[in-house]
């Protein structure tokens, strides 16, 4: 018997679900600070890329590809950022990141960088509804 997949919960805490992609959930991050997606190949016991299987490396790499496009259309950062990580949550997730000159962690790394701030309630709404449509047509 094969075990479920169950979105870790500080994921699921620290983030706002946007849709699913093929293989992988699509969060936004809430944290007004960064416009900051985190995709989630819905695996059970993924911790690194490797855990992936050929087919689902390739899914997953056109996934952030997808994930990126999105994020140019949505912010029109200076940069993007994909990572990952997994060094506090193992649950393999994959980052992507609008970074911009004037971001506050600009231009060192994004974690650990001051205090995270959340949406207001009707932002991370206007924002989700436009990824949405985003995504959709991506």
């Known amino acids: 018997?094969?075990?479920?997949?169950?979105?870790?919960?500080?994921?699921?805490?620290d983030t706002i679900p946007i849709g699913d992609l093929a293989l992988s959930s699509v969060l936004l991050l809430n944290d007004a600070r960064f416009p900051w997606f985190v995709?989630?190949?819905r695996l059970p016991n993924a911790s690194e890329l490797t855990?992936?299987?050929?087919?689902?490396?390739?899914?997953?790499m056109e996934?952030?590809?997808?994930?990126?496009?999105v994020m140019v259309a949505l912010a029109k950062p200076d940069?993007?950022?994909v990572g990952a990580l997994g060094n506090i949550v193992t649950q393999l997730h994959i980052h992507v990141i609008?970074?911009?000159r004037s971001d506050p962690a600009w231009p060192g790394p994004v974690w650990g960088h001051g205090t995270r701030t959340p949406y207001p309630d009707h932002a991370a709404t206007a924002l989700i509804e436009r990824a949405v449509t985003l995504f959709a047509s991506a």
């Open 63 to 69: 996934e952030i590809r997808i994930a990126t496009r």
């Open 79 to 81: 940069k993007v950022n």
């Open 98 to 100: 609008g970074r911009f």
């Open 51 to 60: 855990d992936l299987s050929d087919e689902q490396a390739v899914q997953v």
């Open 39 to 41: 995709l989630v190949p």
């Open 1 to 13: 018997m094969t075990s479920a997949f169950t979105l870790d919960s500080r994921l699921e805490a």
